[in-house]
């Protein structure tokens, strides 16, 4: 192992290992408050199901907001400036 690591490199990695643990913390908390609501208003799991569902849909905003800002999915070596065609012929 060599002592030349490209500092940016862990600063990357350090990030997107905080953004999954946010996307993660954001998926279980919403459904945690819901069962203690739940228990605390003496209701069955209505509030559990619907942090459940509030987790799920702020840990895919997250998601999608990862994959934006990296552009997965993007092909920028295509000249696509003319609907999708290529400017060879």
């Known amino acids: 192992m060599s002592g030349s690591a490209d500092p940016s490199l862990y600063a990357h990695l350090y990030q997107l290992s905080a953004r999954i643990s946010v ?15 739940d228990w605390f208003l003496g ?3 209505l509030c559990a199901i619907l942090g459940v ?3 799920m849909a702020l840990g895919f905003w997250q998601l ?5 800002d ?5 092909d920028k070596s295509s000249d696509t400036s003319d609907n999708g ?5």
Do not use: C, D, H
């Open 53 to 55: 569902f509030l987790g």
């Open 43 to 45: 209701t069955v799991v």
């Open 64 to 68: 999608l907001k990862i994959a934006r």
């Open 85 to 89: 065609q290529s400017s060879e012929v």
């Open 70 to 74: 990296q552009n997965i999915g993007v």
């Open 23 to 37: 996307i993660a913390l954001e998926m279980v908390i919403p459904a945690l408050v819901g069962i203690w609501l």
